[in-house]
């Protein structure tokens, strides 16, 4: 596996959970990528992304708001079947399926809690980069 993510927080994550390779979001990954999933809202990534695909590898666009996509340059974006997927609704089977598979493979989640009175500051931390993984709130 390849991370890509502006966060240093995140980039030592990546490392110690023990993927292939780390980088920025705008780095280059050491080989084609089959497949790519982009999390992060940012149209501008897409094309990044899609660069750095193999021959008929998709990118999965997996979020319900994205940025607007810069146009697309067909030879180094498109060319050699390269395919853009938006996948923007999941069913309960889905999830359900998701986590089954997840705990299979051992996929952990790494998060830090806030209490729901302290969801500016969580914001603000997610904003500056200054947690790795997901903020929770809590009652």
Request: charged residues 25%.
């Amino acid at each position: 596996m390849h991370v890509r993510t502006r966060g240093e927080h995140n980039r030592r994550l990546a490392e110690e959970l023990g993927v292939d390779s780390v980088g920025t979001t705008t780095d280059a990954p050491p080989e084609p990528l089959d497949g790519a999933i982009l999390f992060a809202p940012a149209g501008e990534l897409v094309p990044v992304a899609l660069r750095a695909l193999d021959r008929g590898a998709t990118l999965a666009v997996a979020g319900i708001w994205l940025s607007t996509i810069p146009a697309l340059d067909y030879t180094t974006e498109l060319f050699q079947e390269r395919r853009l997927r938006s996948v923007t609704a999941s069913t309960r089977r889905d999830g359900e399926e998701f986590l089954r598979l997840a705990g299979r493979l051992g996929v952990r989640a790494t998060t830090v809690a806030y209490s729901l009175d302290d969801a500016p500051r969580a914001l603000s931390d997610l904003a500056h980069g200054r947690f790795a993984g997901a903020a929770v709130l809590h009652a």
